[in-house]
């Protein structure tokens, strides 16, 4: 049995995001693909039943984060263990990139690779959706259909025919925040800009009509919270790009060029950094 496990975790874009109606939570559709931004999760099984969990150069609460969450909803059904939890982030917080789903996904991943959680009838899948909205996703990567608080899931292969050029405001946007906003400016907490099934189908075939429904329903709320957001895309379509779209509930902002144009170092004062889109969202060592 392994003693020691270390999980690389892909972030993910938000391709598209509808919001679609909301009962206890809002419900979303929308298009994941994992990105080229990680986070690495290392787990050491202890010979105690201690936890303990720390993360590198990071401003976060170790034992109030998803990380703590993912051990816990293990422990609830398990809890003869103890383990050293590390998490080196990759993937800027408040992002919209799904770092804090990323990092309960890897120790969820983790963990069934110490204690062989699968084969003593543990759902990953159940406890990750516990743990956050993207964790269900970030367990395998790659590219899928989310739908409802992303737990229902349809994987697809597909592909973007553009470079993709991120780039992160400074500020942030809270996710509890940003919904917050959201159902003040549409109070029927229904917003549809996308036509995700269109855009499937443009991703399956690498139709590059696919840019056209890169939209988000949180991108007002956002801005309205970050204006540095808006600046940003706006900043990025004068830089040449045909598109900008805003992941998840903010700040990163993407920018779509095609293929073989020269891509700015800097967006609106801020880094950029050309992402790719990845097959899988997991590698395991």
Do not use: W
């Not at 690389?8 to 809002?26: C, F, I, M, P």
């Not at 103890?82 to 890897?106: F, N």
């Not at 902002?253 to 800097?266: A, D, S």
């Amino acid at each position: 049995m392994k003693k020691k496990v270390q999980v690389e975790v892909a972030g993910k874009l938000n391709l598209s995001l509808n919001v679609t109606g909301r009962d206890s939570y809002h419900s979303l559709d929308s298009v994941f693909s994992s990105v080229s931004q990680f986070d690495t999760v290392t787990v050491t099984a202890r010979a105690d039943d201690k936890v303990r969990i720390d993360f590198v150069d990071c401003a976060i609460d170790p034992y109030r984060s998803t990380a703590a969450k993912a051990v816990e909803a293990v422990r609830r059904r398990f809890g003869d263990f103890g383990v050293d939890v590390v998490v080196r982030k990759g993937i800027p917080a408040g992002s919209g990139l799904g770092g804090s789903s990323a990092d309960a996904a890897g120790v969820l991943v983790a963990l069934d690779c110490l204690f062989d959680l699968t084969s003593r009838g543990f759902h990953l899948h159940t406890a990750a959706c516990e743990t956050g909205s993207d964790t269900a996703f970030m367990l395998r990567g790659g590219m899928a259909r989310a739908r409802g608080r992303g737990e229902r899931l349809e994987y697809f292969d597909g592909s973007v025919p553009y470079r993709l050029l991120l780039s992160y405001p400074t500020g942030g946007v809270e996710t509890a925040v940003c919904f917050r906003r959201f159902d003040e400016l549409y109070p029927d907490f229904i917003y549809a800009p996308a036509d995700v099934d269109r855009l499937v189908e443009s991703l399956k075939t690498g139709d590059r009509d696919c840019v056209r429904q890169f939209q988000n329903a949180l991108t007002k709320p956002a801005v309205s919270i970050n204006p540095a957001v808006g600046t940003t895309l706006d900043a990025m379509q004068q830089a040449g790009a045909l598109a900008s779209f805003m992941s998840g509930s903010g700040c990163a902002c993407v920018g779509v060029f095609e293929p073989g144009n020269p891509l700015p170092e800097e967006v609106a004062g801020f880094a950029a950094t050309e992402v790719f889109l990845l097959k899988e969202g997991i590698k395991i060592s």
